[in-house]
């Protein structure tokens, strides 16, 4: 069975956070505390990358390491669409 792509970059994620972490010379419990969550929460992420997405963005601030997030949803090649609220389209007819 193939890997699963997003399980892939949730795995990278979880390492490479750590391993900023270490290089920092940061423990566990000094990061939680900087990033207002849980040990227990900040653990679990570390071990096996489950955590709510404001965790995250708590945990990356915490490590001086947001600035990659605001990538994460480039417009579409050639949308056109000015940056706004909108609503996507449903099935034609519906």
Do not use: Y
């Not at 010379?25 to 990061?31: E, F, V």
């Not at 990356?60 to 949308?79: K, Q």
């Amino acid at each position: 069975m193939p890997a699963d792509p997003a399980n892939e970059v949730q795995d990278r994620i979880c390492t490479a956070a750590k391993a900023r972490r270490l290089a920092l010379n940061i423990p566990q419990a000094d990061l939680a505390r900087r990033a207002g969550v849980p040990l227990p929460t900040l653990k679990r992420f570390e071990q096996s990358g489950e955590v709510a997405l404001a965790t995250l963005l708590r945990i990356a601030g915490a490590l001086d390491a947001l600035d990659g997030f605001g990538a994460l949803f480039p417009p579409a090649a050639g949308s056109g669409t000015p940056p706004g609220r909108q609503r996507a389209r449903g099935p034609a007819g519906k």
